[in-house]
């Protein structure tokens, strides 16, 4: 079936470094990728999506783009704020009516001063 | 409009007790998901109304779980006869009925089984 692979955490930065997260996904069908966060104590909020092949998501300085030949969607930042800390999920939709979501097991980012 | 909210947002219950679960959508939202999340994983799809209608369930829905969303706006999760292994955060989510749009979040049920 469909799945989501993210890299493990934890994920330690100092402030203004460049951030990578790694997600690779399996899908039978055309899916929709996502990017989610989850800010302590908070609920998940979409970072930024893709729904088909190139297209580059973008979000708050947080970019990812959709690539089909390796089946990846790469999260990356190019300089992390200490309110960047939080766990980030990434997801895909599988397609069709639901819009139902796949997740990551998420990559906790702690980003120090 | 204030968002997903969920209530309780921490349940303890003792193995074989019966629990129920609120989540309350934003309002112009025609779908409403659950999900399970354990302790360091990724959330997992439970079920999904459309309206008031379930039009999908997970396999990891046994049949001591059941969901209902009468009249299409709150709903409700059910648990019955919990066990530890039902130990986990139960998340709901809202969204419009559009592809590919963004699901919303609430902050999660806590639910401890001891």
């Known amino acids: 079936g469909d799945s989501v692979t993210q890299m493990e955490g934890p994920v330690t930065l100092s402030e203004e470094a460049f951030l990578t997260i790694n997600c690779t996904y399996t899908?039978?069908?055309?899916?929709?990728l996502f990017w989610y966060v989850q800010y302590p104590g908070e609920g998940l909020q979409l970072l930024l999506k893709?729904?088909?092949?190139?297209d580059k998501g973008s979000n708050k300085g947080f970019e990812a783009t959709y690539r089909k030949e390796t089946t990846s969607f790469h999260l990356e930042k190019g300089s992390v704020q200490v309110s960047d800390s939080a766990v980030y999920f990434c997801?895909?939709?599988?397609?069709?009516?639901?819009?139902?979501?796949?997740f990551g097991t998420g990559t906790l980012l702690a980003v120090q001063p | 409009d204030t968002g997903v909210s969920q209530d309780p947002r921490h349940k303890i219950t003792k193995r074989g007790q019966n629990v129920t679960f609120r989540c309350d959508p934003i309002?112009?939202?025609?779908?409403l998901y659950w999900y399970r999340q354990t302790l360091g994983q990724g959330p997992e799809f439970l079920t999904y109304?459309?309206?008031?209608?379930?039009?999908?369930k997970s396999r990891l829905l046994s049949d001591r779980f059941s969901a209902e969303r009468p009249k299409g706006s709150f709903s409700t999760l059910e648990i019955q006869r919990t066990e530890q292994g039902d130990s986990a955060m139960y998340l709901c989510?809202?969204?419009?009925?559009?592809?590919?749009?963004?699901?919303?979040f609430g902050q999660g049920t806590r639910l401890t089984v001891v």
């Open positions: 893709a729904t088909k092949a190139d």
């Open positions: 899908a039978t069908g055309y899916p929709s």
């Open positions: 989510a809202s969204s419009l009925t559009v592809q590919n749009t963004e699901a919303f």
């Open positions: 309002s112009e939202h025609n779908r």
């Open positions: 997801a895909l939709s599988p397609g069709g009516a639901t819009n139902k979501l796949i």
């Open positions: 109304f459309q309206n008031e209608a379930q039009l999908e």
